[in-house]
């Protein structure tokens, strides 16, 4: 079993930027594809992004294309989202996962290992 740490949440302001970083301890996840999805409070846990296991394929959510990049260093085990031109809406506890497959998903049931979540908050 992969153990998965998420680290780089706070608080912003809109339009900042803020780096979040997962580190995979227990097995490398180095051959299976990663993922970053959010919660916010009252609302179900939705997919961010994801990024397949070389890390040349990447997927995100409309709502965070063109802003937010996922990247992945398999030397070290560790995964990043990098979220440029926050909004308000972006806030909510953002969790790393681990795939289960080589290939990028985004369906949670496609995750089989969950971090524990670091907060991002974005003031107006």
């Known amino acids: 079993q992969v153990q998965l740490v998420e680290s780089g949440g706070g608080l912003v302001q809109a339009g900042g930027s803020l780096r979040l970083s997962c580190a995979a301890s227990?097995?490398?996840?180095?051959?299976?594809?990663m993922g970053w999805f959010r919660q916010a409070p009252g609302k179900v846990r939705e997919f961010v992004a994801a990024i397949n296991w070389s890390g040349g394929s990447t997927y995100y959510a409309d709502s965070v294309k063109g802003r937010f990049t996922i990247s992945r260093d398999n030397a070290k085990n560790t995964v990043y989202l990098q979220m440029n031109s926050l909004k308000p809406e972006d806030t909510a506890v953002y969790y790393c996962?681990?795939?289960?497959?080589?290939?990028?998903?985004?369906?949670?049931?496609?995750?089989?290992?969950w971090g524990q979540g670091t907060q991002v908050t974005v003031s107006s």
């Open positions: 996962s681990a795939g289960q497959r080589a290939d990028w998903a985004i369906s949670p049931h496609d995750f089989d290992s």
């Open positions: 227990g097995r490398t996840v180095s051959s299976v594809a």
